[in-house]
């Protein structure tokens, strides 16, 4: 599993990450995290947050905690030293349980995403919609959307044939 380490910054205060390019996932450091989201002035007081809060999210039943990784990453003191991470859903798991106002606009954020996404599931239709307005705002042009949509559904089609005439998906012909 080959990772890189990387410091993010928020609010002027350093936030640990590794990628992990075998699973393709960005880990974030829990501390690091709740010493923003909650003004922690030192690693020992986000610490001790996260003690208290994995403990009740233990008894609440949250697996959140029970599924987050311990990885080894640079300390203050420039050593590595292993500390709890988590991935980037895992992450905006724990922020909903922090009740800060720096966590107010993520936790929204969240709220809005996930109301769309459960109005997409009862038309797909607005999942195309939102496609089409997303490759407008990164500066894609009408036409290779077009062909993008075009090619996406062709790749589709191609494979539900496939799959019609006995090849398994994964195998040589799939892609």
Not at 13 to 18: D, G, I, M, N, P
Not at 80 to 88: E, N, P
Request: glycine share 4%; hydrophobic share 35%; proline share 3%.
């Amino acid at each position: 599993m080959k990772k890189e380490n990387e410091i993010k910054i928020f609010e002027d205060r350093k936030l640990r990450s590794v990628w992990d390019a075998e699973l393709e996932k960005w880990y974030f450091s829990v501390i690091d995290v709740i010493a923003v989201l909650t003004d922690q002035p030192d690693y020992q007081g986000a610490r001790n947050y996260w003690k208290v809060l994995k403990h009740r999210l233990v008894k609440e039943g949250n697996e959140t905690v029970t599924n987050c990784n311990r990885l080894k990453l640079e300390a203050e003191d420039g050593k590595q030293r292993f500390t709890d991470v988590a991935d980037t859903e895992q992450l905006f798991r724990l922020i909903q349980s922090i009740p800060s106002p720096k966590a107010e606009p993520f936790k929204l954020w969240l709220a809005r995403v996930g109301s769309e996404r459960l109005d997409e599931m009862q038309d797909p239709e607005l999942s195309i919609d939102r496609a089409l307005e997303q490759y407008l705002k990164l500066g894609y042009s009408e036409n290779w959307i077009n062909q993008r949509l075009k090619s996406i559904e062709i790749r589709k089609e191609l494979t539900d044939e496939w799959r019609k005439r006995g090849h398994k998906e994964g195998s040589q012909f799939a892609t």
